[in-house]
């Protein structure tokens, strides 16, 4: 019950400045994700050091505002749930809090502040922090989104990400329609059950665990890897096999789904990514045929000029161009996957 990882070779000759203009021949590798066609180039440019994390620039900026998400602000500047829906307004469970979205765009749509810290590196992020998050937004599914089958936890981590506000904090959405993504991966989900009778989940862990290249390891029910088909330099993925969502996991799973998001941001730390987002795609119901995906991509300003590595390709050819390849990322997270 195997999936197909397709690769295309392309090969382009050119004569280098950077040679004494002699003859240079590199090749152009094209992926295409088996869970939801997405299209990766990867290129043979060396990739330059991103430097150390410095937020410096977005602290300073937020000194001069008043932050709603710190502790103090957050009962007279959020946003609160109808009483029939929470009494009391807000969720909260450890130090993470839960509000509606005073902007919210879809059925379903909250904010959840993940600490008090106003602010955190991506490294300095507790287990805790993250389980209780997740925990949080489970229980708020259950709680607020009834009728309603589609949802997604996300997180843009710093201005570079699109986040708004520097205090740290996720994005949860519900509807009853997929977002495109969730369709096409649902899509495909679908299709490989009908013809192969077998998890669409299952059968990519089975494949990156068997070929190793990109296989991080399994924690609790979720399978890590580097993505194939990577959305970003640095592109982490986890899946969980067998159509679970996020409300059948049991506290100690989300426990380790977390454990997992916090070796990958001791990771990003380590490599001087300094902005990320975080998207994990979850069914509310076990028909729903969406496998649970998490990704954590890079947003990464390549030096010296600080150049976004979104461009063209991605935003108006639904391509994403990266220079590491997601093999190598494996072998340079690996160390951090180590208890």
């Not at 461009?311 to 390849?325: G, Q, S």
């Amino acid at each position: 019950m195997s999936l197909r990882f397709p690769v295309t070779r392309r090969r382009t000759a050119f004569l280098d400045p950077f040679q004494g203009f002699q003859r240079r021949e590199l090749e152009i590798e094209v992926r295409q994700d088996p869970l939801t066609g997405h299209v990766a180039r990867i290129l043979q440019f060396r990739a330059r050091p991103l430097g150390p994390v410095d937020h410096s620039l977005f602290l300073k900026r937020a000194a001069a505002l008043k932050c709603p998400f710190c502790p103090e602000n957050i009962p007279h500047m959020c946003a609160r749930f109808l009483p029939q829906q929470v009494p009391g307004g807000r969720l909260s469970r450890g130090e993470a809090t839960l509000f509606p979205n005073a902007f919210p765009y879809e059925a379903m749509n909250a904010v959840l502040v993940l600490t008090h810290r106003h602010y955190l590196p991506p490294g300095d992020f507790t287990l805790r922090q993250l389980a209780d998050g997740l925990l949080l937004a489970r229980e708020a599914f259950r709680r607020l989104a009834g009728g309603l089958r589609f949802a997604s936890v996300n997180w843009n981590y710093m201005m570079p990400a699109g986040a708004g506000l520097v205090h740290p904090h996720f994005q949860l959405a519900a509807g009853r329609s997929p977002t495109r993504f969730q369709a096409a991966l649902r899509r495909r989900a679908r299709a490989f059950a009908r013809r192969q009778g077998s998890d669409i989940a299952r059968a990519y862990l089975d494949h990156e665990r068997r070929h190793r290249s990109r296989w991080l390891g399994r924690l609790g029910p979720a399978g890590w890897v580097a993505a194939f088909a990577p959305r970003a330099i640095y592109d982490l993925m986890a899946l969980v096999p067998g159509g679970r969502g996020l409300m059948d996991l049991s506290p100690q799973q989300v426990h380790s789904l977390a454990r997992g998001i916090t070796r990958v941001l001791a990771y990003f730390q380590d490599k001087g990514v300094a902005a990320f987002n975080l998207a994990l795609h979850t069914p509310l119901h076990p028909d729903t045929g969406l496998p649970l995906m998490l990704r954590l991509v890079s947003r990464v300003e390549i030096p010296p000029m600080g150049v976004d590595e979104i461009n063209y390709f991605e935003k108006l050819h639904d391509e994403m161009l990266t220079f590491v390849p997601p093999e190598q990322v494996a072998e340079e997270i690996r160390p951090f996957w180590r208890d």
